[in-house]
């Protein structure tokens, strides 16, 4: 253990460290449907479709097998046109987020333009899942001036979208919304994502190896829980909710409960927690 006790925070019944899995089912939203261009491109628009279609029951069946709760932001567009999957989501004991309508880029908008989408989006998780967010994540990694306002407004507790540490922290005094940092080390896009036509990343000629990204994974976890702090992942259901890769989330969630001593939860249960423990 090589853990500086001071700056550990001290988790729920006396837990070494947290792990709050988190899943940004973005479906085919994004940058091509903002610009209507992936209606011209339907095979780019499947393999988006593929998450929310086939990608997401299997990863929900591996978090039932363990046991284990998740996160999952959501765009609304993705639950307007998927209902049935996503309210499986809630049905089987998980979180739902925002995560915009069509995965805007919150730094392009307007405040009125940030506005329009939490309020449809609060109307959709409403309408087809009976839920109002408490959490976000931004969606295109970052926002405007005015985001952390206009969250407040919409009933936000935490976001888990910035970058400033390794475990939650307040973010804003004011409206004492608390940030739960993901980074993209686990990101599951980093390692496996490479896709042509648009080729992306671009410049990467290969995904990684499946061992290499699990024993990065791993090794991500294993350093956290020495130091007894808060991990979230940046996974994407369309990205590891595959045939082959499913056993990349299998072993890492099997290589958590080895520790035995970590803290499972929902972003809003470490939000809540957070606040009340006053760390
Ligand atoms: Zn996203």
Redesign the pocket.
């Known amino acids: 253990m090589r853990a500086i006790e001071a700056l550990v925070p001290r988790w729920p019944e006396g837990k070494r460290s947290c792990v709050a899995l988190a899943f940004?089912l973005?479906g085919p939203t994004g940058g091509a449907m903002l610009d209507g261009s992936i209606w011209r491109n339907p095979s780019y628009f499947t393999l988006g479709a593929y998450g929310p279609w086939r990608a997401l029951g299997r990863i929900l069946d591996v978090l039932a097998g363990r046991d284990v709760p998740a996160t999952f932001?959501v765009p609304a567009w993705v639950i307007e046109n998927w209902p049935s999957q996503c309210r499986a989501i809630v049905e089987r004991g998980h979180e739902v987020a925002y995560?915009g309508y069509m995965?805007e880029a919150f730094w392009t908008l307007t405040p009125d333009g940030q506005r329009e989408v939490m309020a449809s989006s609060t109307r959709i998780f409403e309408r087809y899942l009976g839920v109002r967010p408490v959490g976000f994540r931004t969606?295109s990694g970052d926002w405007s001036a005015e985001t952390i306002g206009i969250l407040a407004e919409y009933g936000v507790r935490y976001s888990s979208s910035m970058r400033g540490d390794d475990r939650p922290y307040v973010l804003d005094a004011k409206s004492g919304l608390v940030e739960i940092p993901a980074r993209w080390e686990l990101d599951d896009y980093a390692s496996l994502a490479y896709q042509r036509n648009p080729d992306y990343p671009a410049g990467l000629d290969r995904i990684a190896s499946y061992d290499a990204t699990l024993d990065n994974w791993c090794r991500e976890f294993d350093g956290s829980h020495d130091d007894g702090l808060c991990m979230t992942t940046l996974f994407h259901p369309k990205v590891s909710g595959k045939p082959g890769r499913i056993a990349l989330l299998e072993g890492f969630v099997d290589h958590v409960l080895q520790a035995d001593d970590v803290w499972f939860a929902s972003c809003s249960e470490v939000a809540d927690w957070w606040i009340e423990s006053k760390q």
Do not use: I, K, V
């Open positions: 940004d973005d932001f995560h995965h969606p």
